[in-house]
């Protein structure tokens, strides 16, 4: 297996741009969670889906953040206009089931300037 | 909600034994995990233990739940250099859905 795929590995955009990252989860997981990694704020979890479902985003620090999970084998997260404090690392993991060990991708490093 | 500490930071010599501590708040925990996260890397799964286990061991790796106190460990034995990474603890609450809870994490520096 492939593992949780993203795109881009890292994105570099101008303030007031649209960003969108992509997430391909591990074929057969049914929740798939973004989060995101500061220095200052650790691993804060944005928004989480079961099934295709979003279930929280209360994480989700405000309404330029966006989230979809169209089918069971891909999601995106956008964030418009994006602004410098957005820069930071965006993990994307998929969990298979009631153990709900979670699967990390690789990260997309986002640099807002 | 749930609340998970660990210290932030750990060094040791190369050939001893490493424990990294977490702490949680919340009794109903089930799950308990221990992820690895290397330099410009994402999270990796290192071992997880059930609410009803007290021990689990995997190869190097001692992983000790002590839930009177709401207290988790692991151990490497025999510390590595390629152990060097930041080591997180994480705790999955019982019922709803899969939501888990991750500490700050520890980073570990082995000395050569």
């Known amino acids: 297996d492939a593992g949780v795929i993203q795109s881009p590995r890292h994105e570099v955009t101008e303030m007031g741009q649209e960003v969108t990252l992509r997430c391909k989860p591990i074929s057969g997981h049914n929740s798939l969670f973004w989060y995101r990694q500061t220095m200052m704020r650790g691993l804060e979890l944005l928004i989480y889906?079961?099934?295709?479902?979003?279930?929280?985003d209360s994480g989700m620090p405000e309404d330029r953040f966006s989230a979809k999970m169209p089918n069971a084998s891909f999601s995106t997260l956008k964030i418009q206009p994006s602004e410098p404090r957005d820069s930071a690392v965006y993990f994307c993991?998929?969990?298979?089931?009631?153990?709900?060990?979670?699967?990390f991708g690789p990260g997309t490093r986002l640099t807002v300037t | 909600g749930e609340d998970v500490e660990q210290s932030l930071f750990l060094s040791v010599r190369e050939g001893d034994s490493s424990v990294i501590n977490c702490t949680y708040t919340d009794s109903s925990s089930t799950y308990l995990y221990w992820y690895k996260q290397e330099p410009g890397a994402g999270l990796q799964l290192l071992t997880y233990i059930f609410s009803n286990m007290d021990m689990k061991q995997d190869q190097r790796l001692t992983v000790l739940l002590n839930k009177k106190d709401k207290h988790l460990s692991l151990r490497i034995a025999d510390t590595q250099t390629g152990d060097s990474a930041i080591y997180f603890c994480a705790v999955r609450l019982s019922g709803g859905y899969q939501k888990v809870t991750f500490g700050i994490g520890t980073k570990l520096q082995v000395i050569p």
């Open positions: 889906f079961n099934n295709n479902v979003p279930i929280d």
């Open positions: 993991a998929s969990t298979p089931g009631a153990s709900g060990e979670q699967y």
